[in-house]
């Protein structure tokens, strides 16, 4: 009877097993002195920044970490604080806590999340004692995107904020205004032409509100403390080339320079008012908007009536003015419920079709 030969013992290293596992050990290994180099160096030009005294912004916090490993790079604050104390606004912020992360493998983009409740405090060069204002408020979600542009002086910045509630404070006269938001967006990139060139000193911005309101002991003539959605969508341009960490210097320079503000698309319904309009602004001497959009207004009827009912125009003047603005609506083939019309902006009045409606104040 002839005996099963025996199996011959494998006494050779398992290469399709091991080899694979060493692989991934190294490129865990190597992935993780870079993740930890990286997350040095952040840290390591936060805490520098913060330490230097030339700089315009001053910055500091109660507790920072760097953490996220192993797929994000996150600095974590506590408390947060800035200023810029010799800017004209003299403005300060600070916040319960704030975090901003970034992917190791894409340095160039970040993102920032404000997290509780957050404090800004500000000059109002409107008012001659130039008194403080204060805003507090919180948010469901409030975050921005930076994604910096090679070559370019500013990249790509996107705000998103949900669920916004806020107090705002007027130093001149103390008083308080309240504000909710269903969702705050802003938008902005360097502009570029139709055939995707750069167009210097220039920049796309759109703005979108929905669900806004304000309660305030001062009652918001005609419209009422509820704005239910507002979009814009502009081209910044004539803006000089600069790090700006004041609004006010930068509407300076950028009104020194001959910058103007064109508006392709502006919606706004609040209240009576349902507009659409486009156009182009700019700023005159004394800081004021100026220029002119072409509107069409739904139901503006009704939104004539709010004005006479709150005293801003003459039931005279407003009967006439629609009189006219109709015939020229019907003329241009328009439906019988949109007003075409000119929104003008000039001498620190707002004009909306032959009717003056409100006056403008300077910007700083």
């Known amino acids: ?209 929905e669900d806004v309101n304000v309660e305030s002991t001062t009652k918001i003539p005609a419209l009422g403390p509820r704005m239910e959605f507002f979009l814009a969508q502009t081209r910044l341009r004539g803006l000089p080339p600069g790090n700006y960490v004041s609004l006010v210097e930068l509407m300076r320079d950028w009104q020194a320079a001959g910058g103007t503000l064109a508006i392709s698309d502006l919606a706004v319904k609040w209240g009576p008012l349902d507009l659409y309009a486009s156009g182009e602004l700019s700023l005159d001497a004394r800081h004021r908007p100026e220029g002119r959009l072409d509107a069409r207004v739904t139901d503006f009827e009704e939104l004539l009536d709010a004005l006479v009912k709150d005293g801003i125009v003459q039931e005279r003047d407003a009967r006439i003015a629609l009189a006219g603005l109709v015939l020229v609506s019907q003329f241009q083939g328009k439906e019988s419920n949109e007003i075409r019309m000119p929104v003008i902006m000039r001498e620190g009045k707002l004009y909306l079709g032959p009717l003056v409606i409100a006056k403008l104040e300077p910007l700083y």
């Open 1 to 209: 009877m002839n005996e099963a030969p025996t199996e011959r013992k494998r006494t050779g290293i398992r290469w399709g097993i091991i080899g694979p596992s060493l692989a991934f050990a190294v490129f865990v290994a190597a992935y993780s002195v870079y993740w930890f180099t990286i997350a040095g160096e952040v840290r390591k030009a936060v805490e520098t920044y913060a330490v230097r005294s030339e700089k315009e912004v001053v910055t500091s916090w109660d507790g920072f970490t760097v953490g996220g490993y192993p797929f994000r790079i996150k600095a974590q604050f506590a408390a947060p604080k800035a200023a810029a104390p010799a800017t004209p606004e003299k403005w300060e912020w600070q916040g319960e806590g704030a975090h901003f992360a970034l992917q190791p493998y894409n340095l160039r983009h970040m993102v920032l999340t404000l997290e509780g409740e957050q404090r800004l405090s500000y000059r109002d060069l409107r008012t001659a004692a130039r008194a403080t204002n204060e805003a507090r408020f919180m948010a469901g979600s409030a975050q921005a995107s930076y994604v910096l542009l090679e070559d370019r002086p500013f990249g790509r910045l996107a705000i998103d904020i949900e669920a916004l509630k806020g107090k705002h404070r007027l130093g001149a006269n103390d008083t308080t205004e309240e504000l909710t938001a269903k969702r705050l967006q802003l938008h902005a990139r360097p502009a570029e032409s139709h055939e995707g060139i750069e167009e210097p000193g220039s920049y796309d911005i759109a703005l979108q509100a």
